[in-house]
């Protein structure tokens, strides 16, 4: 069973940086696609930035040269690198991976970004 455990939200003032962390169980072949999402109040649940394995990134335009994700295959972990937030960045924040054609959410980390 895939399981996918997230770490790093918080609160940051207009500026400053975040990094999210998601470590992902259950495969013994790894997972084709990783990436987050986030959903703000109100909102739906967008994409924020992808990777295939051995594959390129994929970002938002918003997020574009403020963000970065990265991944440890050989940990199945995924890592979001939030630079430069935005107030307009604050939402729950959800790691999201596809395993054999099916798609798994983590529980989601709330990140602030207020001054």
């Known amino acids: 069973q895939v399981q996918l455990v997230e770490s790093g939200g918080g609160l940051v003032q207009p500026g400053g940086s975040l990094t999210l962390s998601c470590a992902a169980s259950g495969s013994s072949i790894g997972f084709f696609r990783m990436g987050w999402y986030r959903q703000a109040p109100g909102k739906e649940r967008d994409m924020v930035a992808t990777?295939?394995?051995?594959?390129?990134?994929n970002y938002a335009d918003s997020v574009k040269g403020r963000f970065t994700i990265s991944r440890d295959d050989a940990k199945n972990t995924v890592h979001l690198q939030m630079n430069s937030l935005k107030p307009e960045d604050t939402a729950v924040y959800y790691c999201?991976?596809?395993?054999?054609?099916?798609?798994?959410w983590g529980q989601g980390t709330q990140v602030t970004v207020s001054s």
């Open positions: 990777m295939i394995s051995l594959g390129a990134a």
């Open positions: 999201n991976v596809n395993h054999l054609g099916r798609a798994y």
